[in-house]
């Protein structure tokens, strides 16, 4: 009955007043919840100026949570703008659902980048099997398209000859059918030592934002969290009760504390004391490097979120990318702006052409 009202809500007034309303509920709830007076903070004129260039309203209350994050500076986005301005003008809409299929990503990129797929399905198609189970020690199954949090994704271990899941489901070619359509079966990803640490049961990925520059098409990588699962969980989503750290661009090392989806923080998770040692994401020039390949691949697209894993050769494999529904909070909360130096141009560019004259 709630979801029906906010449908219902959303097509009254429309979904830009809608996120609108919604955001700027959930960072006053968030100021709360973290302790924070909901009162007018240094900085916040600078900031509302610089944001009404894109739209009329700007709520003060993200402002207010996280700088005390990020500091006093102006380039902390609002969400609502980032989901309904930002993104939309930066990739257009009519092209998500082909670009963000998991079946299509080999169609656009090198198939050596992305986890070894075994079968697949599209739409109410046939099942294509690409390879036999063989003796792989486990199997990732999950949705292909409208993913959202890491639901239905599934792990097959190998027992004996079978395949099996936590709950005791036997991977079958029935059970495949029955699973529905639009999905893809990969060898799940044996990672990295230095990853392991961090959660034993679920891959843990880098998180990257990459700009592809609207002056001159060059991609930019602007920020990075590691998203870490909790043990026994076979995602490392944080709406699935994971947690999230900061990751320097610049070297790759990993800064604590773990943070939680509304703010709380820790330096111990799954038994790892972030404190204890530095770590840092192997291979990370090669992260870089493939994120902005990944980017110059994106059509007509010019912001993207990779979620990056290191397998144990400490080779980076690609999980998946998004081109919608940013996560701003993760990097806001670890201290970094989405869009880092390349604010300005983002602004001056969107509130200088229109949409149609973007490509």
């Known amino acids: 009955m709630r979801d029906i009202a906010k449908n219902i809500f959303r097509r009254v007034v429309g979904e830009r007043q809608f996120d ?10 968030l100021l709360k919840h973290n302790g924070f007076d909901n009162h007018r903070a240094y900085g916040e004129d600078a900031y509302k100026a610089q944001w009404h260039r894109l739209s009329r309203k700007v709520e003060p209350y993200s402002y207010r949570l996280f700088s005390h994050y990020c500091g006093p500076t102006p380039d902390i986005v ?38 070894e797929t075994i079968a697949y399905r599209q739409g109410n198609g046939p099942i294509n099997k690409m390879l036999a189970f063989g003796s792989r020690s486990s199997l990732i199954l999950k949705p292909s398209v409208n993913t959202s949090c890491g639901e239905s994704v599934m792990q097959f271990s190998r027992v004996g000859e079978r395949y099996l899941s936590i709950d005791g489901i036997e991977l079958t070619d029935s059970y495949l059918q029955s699973y529905g359509t639009d999905w893809v079966l990969q060898e799940s990803v044996r990672q990295h ?13 880098v998180r990257m934002v990459v700009y592809r520059s609207l002056v001159d098409g060059s991609p930019h990588v602007t920020a990075a969290v590691l998203r870490v699962g909790a043990d026994g969980s076979v995602v490392d ?15 790759g090392t990993i800064e604590g504390p773990f943070i939680s989806r509304f703010g709380s923080r820790s330096n111990v998770w799954n038994g790892l004391d972030i404190t204890s040692d ?15 390949k ?38 806001h909360f ?19 052409v229109s949409t149609a004259s973007i490509s």
């Open 193 to 205: 030592p230095d990853m392991q640490r961090f959660c034993r049961t679920a891959v843990s990925t």
């Open 278 to 292: 530095l770590y840092r994401i192997p291979s990370w020039d090669a992260v870089l490097q493939l994120s902005e």
């Open 78 to 115: 609002p969400e609502d703008i980032m989901h309904d301005i930002i993104e939309l003008r930066l990739n257009p809409r009519k092209h998500w659902d082909e670009y963000e299929d998991k079946n299509n990503f080999a169609k656009y990129l090198d198939a050596n980048l992305l986890p």
């Open 334 to 352: 670890t201290g970094q702006t989405v869009l880092g130096p390349y604010t300005e141009e983002v602004i001056s560019s969107l509130s200088a």
């Open 20 to 29: 609108y309303v919604v955001y700027r509920r959930h960072h006053r709830w």
């Open 237 to 251: 989503n944080i709406v699935a009760g994971g947690r999230f750290l900061k990751v320097n661009i610049a070297d």
């Open 294 to 331: 990944v980017a110059d691949h994106m059509g007509p697209h010019h912001l993207i979120a990779l979620d990056i894993a290191i397998n144990e050769q400490g080779r980076p494999i690609l999980i998946e990318y998004n081109i919608g529904g940013f996560t701003t909070y993760l990097f």
